[in-house]
C-alpha cells in the first residue's frame, strides 16, 4: 500500500470517527434533551385525559401512564389511576404503587427512582381538587437513546467498510500520475527529456495542469540546455580566435622574426584581441548581474528628446563608417516628454539595438528610430511582458537588412542565440531583453513589408509624464 493510500484511508477513518463521536455528543447533548422535552409535553397532555376520568368515573386504561390526585396541603393521595377510589391516610397507600413516593419533595416535573429500581419522569399539574401527578417510564428515554447510538453504530461500522475500498481506489488514481510525475521529474533533472511522456489528459484537475506545467519546464530546459551547448560552442570559438591571435603574435615577437614596425603592428593586434575578449567577459558579467533578483536599477526623470541626442551623439562616429544615417522621427509633444528609467542601462540598450540594426544595414543607406504613442490594443498579444497600462510610448528602431529568419525570430531575445550577420557571441539581445524587463517594459520584434527587421520596446504611462 502506497503512502499517499495509507494518508488517504488514515483520514477517511478520523473524518468518520470525528463525525460519528460529535454526533454521538449532540445526540447526547440535544436530542435526548429534546426527546425528554417532548415527553414531559406528553405528560402535561396526558394529565388532562386522566383528570377527565376522575371527574367523569371512568376507567382510564392507558397501562403507560400512571396518575394521582395528592391533595395540596397533606401531600396525601386522594385517587389514582390505579385504585379508583377515594383513599385517605397510610392505610390506603400501603400496597399503591404511588405509595412509595414523597409528594412533598417533588417539585414541578424532574425523575425519580420507584424502590424497585425504574426511573421514572413525572410532571405535576395543580388543579382545584389537589395536584395531579402523572408517571411514565423513563425506559422509553433509555431505548430512543440505545436506538440512536445504535444507529450511529451501524453508521460508523459502515462508513469504514466504505471507507477502506475507497481510500485504496482514490490512493492508486493519485498516485499512479503522481508516480509518473516523479518520474517524469527524475527524467528532467538527469537531462533526459526524451523519456518524458505526458499521460494526464483528462483529469480537469490540477494534476493535470501540473504535468502540462511540467511538460513546459521541459521543454524550456531543453531549449535552455540547446542554447547552452551551443554557447559554450559560441565561446569556444569566439575565446579561441582571439587566444590564437595573441598567442602567434607574441610568439613572432619571441623568435625575434619581425623588425620594429612588424613588433608594433603584432602587439597592438595583441591589444585588440585581448579588448575583445574582455569585451565578451564583460558582457557576459554584465547579463549575469541582470539577471540577479538583487540588481537595482538607479532610476530617474531624463527628459527623452535629450536622451535620444545623447544615444545619437555617441553613435554617430559609428555610422559614418558605413554613411549610414539616423532618422530620428517624433512629434513635439512626445519631445517634452520626461520618462523615468534608469538612463546608463536604458543607453546600452538603446546602443545595442542600434549597433545590430548598423551591422544588418547596407552601407549608403539609414536606420529610423520612431518615438509615438499607441495604445494597448495595438499590441497586444505581440509585445512580450504583462500589459500593465493602456497607453505607451512606443520606441522602435528599424533596419534596411535582410530581416530575421522565422525560426529565429521567437528565440531572438534568448541568450546564446546568435546570428550569423552578427559577429558577436549573441548576448546583446539577451541583455537588452533583462534591462527592458527590469524596467516593466513590453518589448517585441518583427519583420517589415518591405523588408527590414523592427525592434520596439513600450513604456507605460506611468513612467512618462
Not at 153 to 172: E, N, Q, T, Y
Request: charged share 20%; hydrophobic share 35%; glycine share 6%.
Amino acid at each position: 500500500m502506497s503512502r499517499i493510500t495509507k494518508k488517504f484511508l488514515k483520514y477517511f477513518l478520523i473524518t468518520i470517527s470525528c463525525i460519528v463521536l460529535i454526533c454521538f455528543i449532540l445526540s447526547s447533548l440535544f436530542l435526548s434533551k429534546l426527546y425528554i422535552s417532548q415527553q414531559y409535553s406528553t405528560l402535561s397532555a396526558e394529565s388532562n385525559t386522566i383528570l377527565g376520568s376522575y371527574l367523569t368515573g371512568y376507567q382510564y386504561k392507558n397501562n403507560d401512564f400512571k396518575g394521582v390526585l395528592v391533595d395540596s396541603l397533606t401531600h396525601e393521595e386522594i385517587w389514582s389511576t390505579q385504585n379508583k377510589g377515594m383513599m385517605h391516610g397510610m392505610n390506603g397507600r400501603s400496597n399503591n404503587f404511588f405509595s412509595h413516593f414523597d409528594y412533598s419533595t417533588l417539585e414541578d416535573k424532574g425523575t425519580t427512582q420507584h424502590p424497585n429500581g425504574t426511573v421514572y419522569l413525572y410532571y405535576k399539574k395543580p388543579t382545584t381538587y389537589g395536584d395531579l401527578y402523572v408517571f411514565r417510564s423513563k425506559i422509553y428515554v433509555d431505548n430512543y437513546l440505545k436506538i440512536i447510538y445504535l444507529i450511529l453504530g451501524i453508521i460508523f461500522l459502515i462508513g469504514i467498510i466504505i471507507s477502506i475500498p475507497m481510500a485504496i481506489l482514490l490512493g492508486k488514481k493519485f498516485t499512479t500520475p503522481v508516480l509518473n510525475l516523479k518520474k517524469n521529474a527524475e527524467a528532467i533533472a538527469s537531462g533526459a527529456y526524451s523519456s518524458f511522456s505526458l499521460t494526464l489528459e483528462n483529469t480537469n484537475d490540477e494534476l493535470e495542469d501540473l504535468s502540462y506545467a511540467m511538460e513546459h519546464m521541459k521543454n524550456q530546459l531543453s531549449l535552455k540546455d540547446k542554447l547552452q551547448r551551443e554557447f559554450i560552442a559560441n565561446v569556444s570559438h569566439d575565446f579561441k580566435t582571439p587566444l590564437s591571435i595573441i598567442r602567434n603574435c607574441n610568439e613572432a615577437i619571441y623568435d625575434d622574426l619581425l623588425d620594429k614596425d612588424g613588433v608594433k603592428a603584432y602587439s597592438n593586434s595583441s591589444i585588440v584581441q585581448v579588448d575583445r575578449l574582455n569585451k565578451m567577459v564583460s558582457n557576459i558579467m554584465h547579463l549575469s548581474k541582470l539577471q540577479s533578483l538583487e540588481y537595482p536599477l538607479n532610476r530617474k526623470w531624463v527628459n527623452i528628446s535629450e536622451f535620444i541626442s545623447s544615444i545619437e551623439k555617441d553613435f554617430t562616429i559609428f555610422l559614418n563608417e558605413k554613411n549610414i544615417s539616423l532618422n530620428v522621427l517624433y512629434s513635439d509633444e512626445i519631445s517634452d516628454k520626461k520618462i523615468f528609467i534608469d538612463e546608463h542601462q536604458l543607453h546600452r540598450c538603446m546602443v545595442n539595438f542600434l549597433s545590430n540594426s548598423a551591422i544588418v544595414t547596407p552601407n549608403d543607406s539609414y536606420i529610423t528610430l520612431r518615438i509615438y504613442h499607441v495604445n494597448s490594443d495595438v499590441i497586444l498579444g505581440t509585445a512580450h511582458g504583462e500589459s500593465s497600462s493602456n497607453n505607451y510610448i512606443k520606441i522602435s528602431i528599424e533596419d534596411n537588412g535582410p530581416g530575421i529568419d522565422d525560426d529565429l525570430i521567437n528565440l531572438i531575445w534568448d541568450r546564446y542565440t546568435k546570428n550569423s550577420q552578427s559577429g558577436g557571441m549573441g548576448l546583446g539581445l539577451a541583455i537588452n531583453k533583462e534591462i527592458l524587463t527590469k524596467h516593466n517594459f513590453l518589448y517585441d520584434v518583427k519583420n517589415a513589408v518591405d523588408g527590414g527587421a523592427i525592434f520596439s520596446f513600450y513604456i507605460p504611462n506611468k513612467h512618462f509624464k
